[in-house]
């Protein structure tokens, strides 16, 4: 079993950066690799960023590509999604996820979930 836990999240003007973290405890690396999705009101989780724990392979959907940044501190069994440039559109509830299965953009493939944080970007 896993756990985890997600912080970092806030108010930011268009423009502004953010950093999420996402500690693991328990047994992370009995997965194979983590990921980042958000939920904006009225729309479904959808995909932002995904890294394995081992080779640190990472995939990113297009909408974030150039301005986010996912990484790893395997020694900490934490996560990080760097956020740049960050526009009012990417206003959400960021969720960390672990997976046991292969590099996947599906909350389907997902087995282990944080409770989210907010982050709110004002133009």
């Known amino acids: 079993q896993v756990q985890l836990v997600e912080s970092g999240g806030g108010l930011v003007q268009a423009g502004g950066s953010l950093r999420l973290s996402c500690a693991a405890s328990?047994?992370?690396?009995?997965?194979?690799?983590m990921g980042w999705f958000r939920q904006a009101p009225g729309k479904e989780r959808e995909f932002v960023a995904t890294i394995t724990w081992g080779a640190g392979i990472t995939y990113y959907t297009d909408s974030v590509k150039g301005r986010f940044t996912i990484s790893r501190d395997n020694a900490k069994n934490t996560v990080y999604l760097q956020m740049n440039s960050l526009k009012p559109e990417d206003t959400a509830v960021y969720y960390c996820?672990?997976?046991?299965?292969?590099?996947?953009?599906?909350?389907?493939?997902?087995?282990?979930w944080g409770q989210g944080t907010q982050v709110t970007v004002s133009s």
């Open positions: 328990g047994r992370p690396f009995s997965f194979y690799a």
């Open positions: 996820a672990a997976t046991r299965n292969v590099v996947s953009v599906s909350a389907l493939d997902y087995d282990a």
